[in-house]
């Protein structure tokens, strides 16, 4: 792969070794997760918005299921984020029925699928378009071998590194085999959807290594001459002023160094910083020269993630409950890593 360089899921953690051990989605209640939209459907408009909850149906099967019970194709049913499977998940989904006409939406609901609103809006649902997602998750079987009440606290006040998660990448990394395939061009892949989500690792991948390198060097959330930052809660991105009032906007978690999605364009940092993410991005040659190729675009995202929100409970002596929001394209798995050395119930693979 990509002149044997090491393609590693094994990324640094920023608060140390896990003061814990134990084991998630044993049932598909351990993880659960509401999409939250960021605003209000207007309840006119050409295409019908429903908000589902499922257990252990994927997002593109219902996605399916709308289109063939309101007779369009599948290209006229929109959502904001696929969900997991092996989850209890709520989450929009638009259909476009310009007419008055709809179906009876209650045919869907089952003991996996449960219409909780419908209503109506002017605009398709787009990937990415929703503001959050809040999760509730348990860790049971829990061993605690620290501090675990120091380490969430510490995670609350301090954040995270915004790694992408392991899904992202595939099964055992299966994702960035393939994405070197087709970026090294031994593989053309007509599929568009498939193609997408090689890409996507591949970027990600690019990007974790990054937010990695940062977190080694003890500088995720400090300020590095020539960095690029993004405001929290937006995807603003900053320049300089003077370096104490950017110093304590980043200790505050108001502002968030960011790395490269990479792609064409400028770096759009300089200095220490365009020194850092060069080293990185020199080593992954290849796959930058295909992610050009492919015309991507770079963008900027944020290599911390804030928790203001998080929450815990000790459910019994061996579960933990945890809560927190993260915005659209940000991962729980990145939070639970920080806390704990987790693994998935043989029941529940991922």
Not at 16 to 42: A, M
Not at 182 to 201: E, F, M, P, T, W
Not at 251 to 262: E, G, V
Not at 339 to 347: F, I, K, L, P, T
């Amino acid at each position: 792969m990509n002149q044997s360089v090491d393609h590693s899921l094994d990324f640094p953690r920023y608060h140390g070794e896990p003061p814990c051990s134990g084991v998630i989605r044993q049932q598909p209640e351990d993880f659960q997760v509401d999409e939250l939209l960021g605003f209000e459907p207007s309840g006119n408009g050409e295409h019908v918005y429903l908000k589902i909850r499922k257990k252990g149906e994927n997002t593109l099967w219902l996605t399916k299921q709308l289109a063939c019970l309101a007779g369009v194709n599948v290209s006229d049913v929109g959502y904001a984020g696929l969900k997991d499977r092996n989850a209890v998940t709520t989450q929009w989904f638009s259909v476009w029925l310009p007419g008055n006409t709809e179906p009876d939406w209650n045919q869907l609901q089952s003991p996996s699928v449960n219409i909780l609103v419908t209503t109506r809006h002017s605009r398709k649902l787009k990937r990415g378009i929703h503001k959050a997602n809040r999760f509730l998750l348990k860790i049971r079987e829990l061993e605690v071998s620290g501090e675990l009440e120091s380490r969430l606290q510490k995670l609350r006040s301090k954040g995270v590194p915004n790694y992408y998660g392991e899904q992202r990448f595939g099964h055992d990394g299966g994702n960035l085999q393939q994405a070197d395939a087709l970026l090294s061009g031994k593989v053309r892949i007509k599929d568009r959807q498939r193609r997408g989500i090689y890409l996507s690792a591949a970027r990600s991948f690019l990007f974790n290594e990054v937010v990695a390198e940062r977190v080694r060097r003890s500088i995720l959330g400090r300020y590095l001459k020539g960095d690029r930052l993004m405001i929290e809660g937006t995807s603003n991105l900053s320049r300089e002023e003077e370096l104490s009032i950017v110093t304590e906007q980043l200790d505050s978690l108001q502002l968030h160094p960011t790395a490269p999605l990479y792609g064409q364009g400028r770096a759009l940092v300089e200095a220490d910083s365009l020194d850092l993410e060069a080293g990185i991005l020199t080593t992954n040659s290849a796959w930058c020269k295909g992610l050009e190729r492919a015309g991507l675009r770079r963008e900027r995202r944020a290599v911390r993630l804030a928790l203001p929100s998080l929450q815990w409970e000790m459910l019994d002596d061996r579960c933990l409950q945890l809560s927190f929001e993260l915005p659209s394209g940000c991962f729980a798995t990145s939070v639970l890593r920080e806390c704990c050395r987790y693994r998935v119930a043989e029941s529940m693979p991922v």
